[in-house]
């Protein structure tokens, strides 16, 4: 089969297409046959030589994908040949095939075309498991979603209005607040030109998403509500910053830190069911959506990460084969 390899960590131009052998599934898992992958900011660190792949998992980019189920591996029941899915990965998503544990998949929901459900794997996964799961938002509460704008923004905003929470959202330019408007933010804040901690003003917000990290550390701590509940999925403001423990314990607040690839199968498997159950049936009804930016082909992967780094994009960058 064909599929995205890195030789040496580098820029865009270290994804190169290549030949590779075709994957077998194992006990547990089925082979998709991808119709299209997602990128993710993972995939851009990885190809940097700043995120391995967890042990076992496939070398190659992509932690999302949607297809059709080529062959089925021992132990697996209530799947068959020809179903069309779409599914978390450890890697291996920027391929023809990839092989996936079963508990990773997802059936297509009802009114999304099998290459834009690409789009939806890896932000559902993320948003329930950190927002609901670990931060428990709760109807009435308010949420801070930092990169609004951004795949996991996109679907933390309009799962956080699903549920009645009030949804403040944080972008970089007016066409992005607009997209955030649009999805339903109650409120929009320009990070280039506003501090979101004035803007959110008191009592604060119950639950933050936040990408940023170490750079933002100190103002969502500012930022939360009294027993708010600050959760970081992302570095892309740095690793390390201080943290002011008193103001902690005043708000009786808490930091969370999560990651989900590196995340055990049976962890994945409990999150995915959940997706499936709470999410499922909101996309299928209109609530929530995917938000794709555009698709491209899976040979042109280097465009599709100099556009991700270029933050120029609303929703989600597809990769098609």
């Given at each position: 089969?064909?599929?995205?390899?890195?030789?040496?960590?580098?820029?865009?131009?270290?994804?190169?297409?290549?030949?590779?052998?075709?994957?077998?599934?194992?006990?547990?898992?089925?082979?998709?046959?991808?119709?299209?992958?997602?990128?993710?900011?993972?995939?851009?660190?990885?190809?940097?030589?700043?995120?391995?792949?967890?042990?076992?998992?496939?070398?190659?980019?992509?932690?999302?994908?949607?297809?059709?189920?080529?062959?089925?591996?021992?132990?697996?029941?209530?799947?068959?040949?020809?179903?069309?899915?779409?599914?978390?990965?450890?890697?291996?998503?920027?391929?023809?095939?990839?092989?996936?544990?079963?508990?990773?998949?997802?059936?297509?929901?009802?009114?999304?075309?099998?290459?834009?459900?690409?789009?939806?794997?890896?932000?559902?996964?993320?948003?329930?498991?950190?927002?609901?799961?670990?931060?428990?938002?709760?109807?009435?509460?308010?949420?801070?979603?930092?990169?609004?704008?951004?795949?996991?923004?996109?679907?933390?905003?309009?799962?956080?209005?699903?549920?009645?929470?009030?949804?403040?959202?944080?972008?970089?330019?007016?066409?992005?607040?607009?997209?955030?408007?649009?999805?339903?933010?109650?409120?929009?804040?320009?990070?280039?030109?506003?501090?979101?901690?004035?803007?959110?003003?008191?009592?604060?917000?119950?639950?933050?998403?936040?990408?940023?990290?170490?750079?933002?550390?100190?103002?969502?701590?500012?930022?939360?509500?009294?027993?708010?509940?600050?959760?970081?999925?992302?570095?892309?403001?740095?690793?390390k910053a201080e943290l002011n423990l008193g103001k902690l314990l005043a708000k009786r607040a808490a930091v969370i830190a999560t990651s989900l690839r590196a995340r055990p199968p049976e962890e994945k498997t409990a999150i995915i069911a959940a997706v499936r159950e709470h999410v499922w049936p909101l996309i299928e009804a209109g609530t929530v959506r995917p938000i794709v930016d555009r698709a491209l082909p899976l040979a042109s992967a280097a465009d599709a990460h100099r556009l991700m780094?270029?933050?120029?994009?609303?929703?989600?960058?597809?990769?098609?084969?």
């Amino acid at each position: 089969m064909r599929a995205i390899t890195i030789a040496e960590p580098g820029g865009p131009e270290a994804l190169v297409l290549a030949d590779v052998p075709d994957p077998v599934p194992a006990e547990g898992e089925v082979l998709v046959e991808v119709a299209a992958s997602a990128v993710n900011r993972a995939d851009v660190l990885q190809r940097q030589g700043h995120y391995e792949p967890p042990p076992g998992a496939s070398r190659y980019p992509g932690l999302e994908c949607s297809g059709r189920i080529a062959a089925i591996g021992p132990g697996v029941t209530g799947w068959s040949v020809g179903d069309e899915v779409c599914a978390l990965l450890s890697g291996g998503g920027y391929a023809e095939q990839v092989a996936v544990p079963a508990g990773q998949l997802l059936p297509l929901p009802e009114g999304v075309d099998l290459v834009t459900a690409a789009a939806l794997p890896e932000v559902a996964a993320t948003v329930w498991s950190n927002v609901f799961q670990v931060a428990h938002l709760r109807p009435g509460d308010t949420l801070l979603v930092h990169g609004g704008s951004s795949g996991i923004g996109t679907m933390a905003i309009q799962l956080g209005k699903a549920i009645g929470a009030t949804v403040v959202a944080t972008a970089g330019s007016a066409q992005k607040l607009a997209a955030c408007r649009d999805l339903g933010a109650d409120v929009l804040i320009n990070y280039r030109e506003q501090d979101f901690v004035e803007e959110l003003g008191r009592p604060g917000a119950d639950v933050i998403l936040d990408v940023v990290g170490a750079a933002y550390l100190a103002r969502n701590i500012d930022a939360l509500a009294v027993n708010g509940r600050l959760v970081v999925i992302g570095m892309q403001g740095g690793t390390k910053a201080e943290l002011n423990l008193g103001k902690l314990l005043a708000k009786r607040a808490a930091v969370i830190a999560t990651s989900l690839r590196a995340r055990p199968p049976e962890e994945k498997t409990a999150i995915i069911a959940a997706v499936r159950e709470h999410v499922w049936p909101l996309i299928e009804a209109g609530t929530v959506r995917p938000i794709v930016d555009r698709a491209l082909p899976l040979a042109s992967a280097a465009d599709a990460h100099r556009l991700m780094e270029s933050s120029e994009h609303i929703g989600k960058i597809l990769l098609t084969l």
